[in-house]
């Protein structure tokens, strides 16, 4: 297929090197030739690490005209790794002789090799911007760092910005999505969300798959389009736990080389009504208090997340329930296990042969597995309940709430954080912001698990209202008094009304333009 030069003499910045692409075209490879002013280390190029080659120089690639001599020479650009998990866009520009048409010929060679290995790259994307995200330049940052990527990678980008909440959930569940590859999501978590309901539930419909009754047992298929993410929020949880960084760049290049990573979701159900879908942290008690004060606080803007952080520590509630969960049984892995979910991880791969296929399009994807364990039971008083089937890590908390938690395993994480003093729990806090470890503490377990009951005790719903005061045991005393006795779930940052819950998690239900956070190897 194509043309391989074995040896072709070019001409670079930094003098002739030798250029060949081996048979198969997988490696673009180049010599230096110091007899002919060649210096430095040679280089090898991934061709599927190739975001584009164009005739003429790399300044010129913006323009439309070129000039005649830009025909002896040609740029290939591609990706380029640094610190912190960050890519780049490198070139590299040869010079051909003169009249030699080798340019051309090496242009030809390199685009089909591209085409050939690159079956996986999107030719059309879906892209919903949340004008509001990003301090509300969310839509400056697409303009001015991925869509130009997009153009030089040739892909055509249908872009939309929301005018309103649930723009992107409409558009995605009536709209016709034949003619794109993939969606786009540029904002914070809370778009990619309403991008990730909303291609489920387009899934299930088109499937007549029922995903409100718990009890039916039925399991969720999986969307054949994925989601990429542009991150410009607050905290983009997800991208930074599936990427390694919250880099614009990045996740552009990993759209644009058809990068695939599947990802476990819980789905969340109240008396057999689904409530919502989670890809990282459904928690009750603390951290269902910050969120929910939060929300009574957006008038104070960023800010209101660390008073209601503060208010919760100081409080120091708990609240009494019953934890029933289903172990997940996976040789070797554990959350206490000190692995790392990384770009092609074993624990992962290996989970997938106890999943039904995804390979084919909108195939089953299982939510217990066939390997369920037993079913345990802990009841007491709880100042966090955390389910999680990613680290949930962020740049605040590079581990996460479980640094050992893997992206598509088909399994959560629980942690359970019981009733403990102000600065006990404050040790347990601290320890998400470095290396230390979270769970070695005697007020903490976690399990990995398949599916979660919780049930509160003596209580019904959550209410809009405020609930009768009661007296509190935090070090704020008297102030933080007039809180419910009971408290709600979050979901990915959305309050849920609701205090008994069930929580599956469906293995691989989803698959984002990523490939998992890279080795420290892999960075050059």
């Known amino acids: 297929m194509g043309e391989t030069f074995v040896r072709s003499p070019l001409r670079t910045r930094r ?87 080798l340019a051309t010929r090496w242009v030809t060679a390199l685009q089909i090799w591209i085409s050939h290995h690159g079956t996986s790259r999107p030719k059309s994307l879906l892209v919903f911007i949340n004008p509001a995200g990003g301090r509300k330049k969310a839509g400056d940052l697409y303009r001015g760092q991925a869509a130009p990527l997009f153009a030089l990678a040739g892909i055509h980008a249908h872009v939309i910005e929301t005018s309103r909440a ?72 997800v991208c930074f736990a599936t990427v390694g960084t919250n880099d614009p760049v990045t996740s552009a290049l990993h759209i644009i080389i058809g990068d695939s990573q599947p990802l476990d979701v819980c789905s969340v159900h109240h008396n057999g009504k689904l409530l919502r879908y989670s890809v990282s942290l459904a ?43 289903q172990v997940a049984n996976l040789d070797g892995s554990s959350p206490r296990d000190q692995t790392r979910c990384q ?51 962020c740049p605040k908390s590079p581990e996460g709430l479980s640094p050992s938690a893997h992206l ?23 320890r998400h912001t470095n290396s230390s470890d979270q769970f070695d503490l005697p007020f903490v377990s976690v399990h990995r698990v398949r599916a979660v009951h919780f049930t509160a005790s003596n209580v019904g719903d959550c209410e809009d209202g405020e609930l009768p005061a009661q007296a509190r045991k935090g070090l704020c005393g008297g102030l933080c008094r007039g809180g419910s006795p009971h408290s709600c779930w979050t979901c990915d940052g959305e309050t849920l009304h609701h205090t008994d819950v069930s929580i599956r998690v469906h293995g691989r239900l989803i698959y984002l333009f990523a490939r998992g956070i890279e080795r420290a190897s892999c960075v050059s």
């Open 283 to 325: 928690g009750y008690g603390f951290y269902g208090d910050v969120v929910s004060t939060s929300e009574k606080h957006r008038w104070m803007g960023p800010a209101r997340y660390t008073y209601a952080g503060a208010k919760a520590v100081l409080s120091n509630r708990s609240y009494e329930g019953t934890v029933e969960f």
């Open 166 to 237: 649930n723009g992107a959930r409409e558009y995605i569940l009536h709209q016709d999505l034949c003619d794109f590859d993939g969606l786009v999501s540029v904002g914070g978590d809370g778009t990619f969300n309403e991008v990730m309901h909303a291609l489920i539930e387009r899934t299930q419909r088109k499937a007549g798959v029922s995903a409100e009754e718990e009890d039916a047992g039925a399991e969720l298929l999986s969307p054949h389009l994925r989601i990429g993410i542009i991150p410009a929020g607050s905290t983009d949880c």
């Open 408 to 430: 598509a395993d088909g399994t959560a994480d629980l942690i359970l954080v019981r009733e403990c003093s102000t600065l006990s729990f404050l040790r347990h806090l601290s």
């Open 343 to 393: 770009a092609g991880c074993l624990v992962c791969s290996e989970s997938t042969q106890h999943l039904l296929a995804g390979s084919e399009e909108e195939t089953l994807s299982e939510s217990e597995g066939c390997a369920g364990g037993e079913w345990q039971r802990v009841k007491g008083r709880f100042l966090a309940v955390n389910v999680t089937s990613m680290s949930s890590a």
């Open 15 to 101: 003098g002739r090197f030798l250029v060949s692409l081996p048979a198969g075209g997988r490696v673009l490879v180049g010599a230096p030739e110091p007899a002919e002013g060649g210096s430095g280390p040679g280089f090898c190029i991934p061709v599927q690490e190739m975001v584009a080659v164009r005739l003429g120089g790399a300044r010129d690639t913006k323009g439309d005209s070129r000039p005649a001599e830009d025909e002896n020479s040609f740029t290939v650009f591609f990706i380029q790794r640094g610190k912190g998990g960050r890519w780049s866009l490198g070139s590299l520009e040869f010079t051909a002789p003169p009249e030699s048409e």
